[in-house]
Nanobody, 128 residues
Framework: QVQLVESGGGLVQAGGSLRLSCVVSGGTISTYNFGWFRQAPPGKEREFVAASNRSRGGVRYGDSVAGRCTISRDNAKNTIDLQMTNLKPEDTGVYYC????????????????????WGQGTQVTVAS
């Protein structure tokens, strides 16, 4: 399994932007699908934010962030980034990078239980 380390979280005013980054090690990034999930408050089920498919560059976004987030991967740098704009107080939470190995052509999943590797999370706080 790959190891994931997130960074880029912080405190931002509503309407602002943040770019989260996930550094991947211990595996070939091009053979994995990656996702971003968030959790707020602690103990609540993790909410799907965005995911990137190894096949054909497919991406998916959660309904609550569609149009405000962009997920991107850099296979050469082994990073998965999440650019977030027009942030709202309800975007506050701990954001986790996650991954699972996928055969070529398999559909992209948005279910947290399908992801086998998780980072430690990075806190995002949006002030109103």
């Amino acid at each position: 399994q790959v190891q994931l380390v997130e960074s880029g979280g912080g405190l931002v005013q509503a309407g602002g932007s943040l770019r989260l980054s996930c550094v991947v090690s211990g595996g070939t990034i091009s053979t994995y699908n990656f996702g971003w999930f968030r959790q707020a408050p602690p103990g609540k089920e993790r909410e799907f934010v965005a995911a990137s498919n190894r096949s054909r560059g497919g991406v998916r976004y959660g309904d609550s962030v569609a149009g405000r987030c962009t997920i991107s991967r850099d296979n050469a740098k082994n990073t998965i980034d999440l650019q977030m704009t027009n942030l709202k107080p309800e975007d506050t939470g701990v954001y986790y990078c996650a991954a699972y190995w996928s055969a070529w052509g398999r559909p992209l999943t948005t279910m947290s239980q399908d992801y086998s590797s998780w980072g430690q999370g990075t806190q995002v706080t949006v002030a109103s």
